[in-house]
Nanobody, 126 residues
Framework: QLVESGGGLVQAGGSLRLSCVAS????????MAWFRQSPGKEREFVSV????????SYTDSVKDRFTISRDDAKNTVYLQMNSLKPEDTAIYYC?????????????????????WGQGTQVTVSS
């Protein structure tokens, strides 16, 4: 089970840190990722971190603003979001998957991940 938290309402230019706590199993051998979904749009990839934590990738629109990290001792993945923009408004979902090569990190899809959280709402006002 994956449980996200940390969402909320923030003004443009502000920051939020999302957390995703895993329970029921150990996810330290899993690739972890964040996706987001806005009303009327498909769920889109945001960021991913390898099981070892040494490889990360971001969608172009969040590069240099968002940072993904993991703390396997706490079974937790984080998404630090800075310089937030109104277009970042969405429900953010945490996900976990296995057997995903880092060479595929630029092609990730929803179907690559077998475990999902319930999502946390992020709203950025202008």
């Amino acid at each position: 089970q994956l449980v996200e938290s940390g969402g909320g309402l923030v003004q443009a230019g502000g920051s939020l840190r999302l957390s995703c706590v895993a329970s029921g199993r150990t996810f330290d051998s899993y690739t972890m990722a964040w996706f987001r979904q806005s009303p009327g749009k498909e769920r889109e990839f945001v960021s991913v971190i390898s099981w070892s934590g040494d490889t990360t990738s971001y969608t172009d629109s969040v590069k240099d603003r968002f940072t993904i990290s993991r703390d396997d001792a706490k079974n937790t993945v984080y998404l630090q979001m800075n310089s937030l923009k109104p277009e970042d408004t969405a429900i953010y979902y945490c996900s976990a998957g296995r057997g995903i090569p880092t060479t595929a990190f630029h092609l990730l899809k929803v179907a690559d991940f077998g475990f999902w959280g319930q999502g946390t709402q992020v709203t950025v006002s202008s």
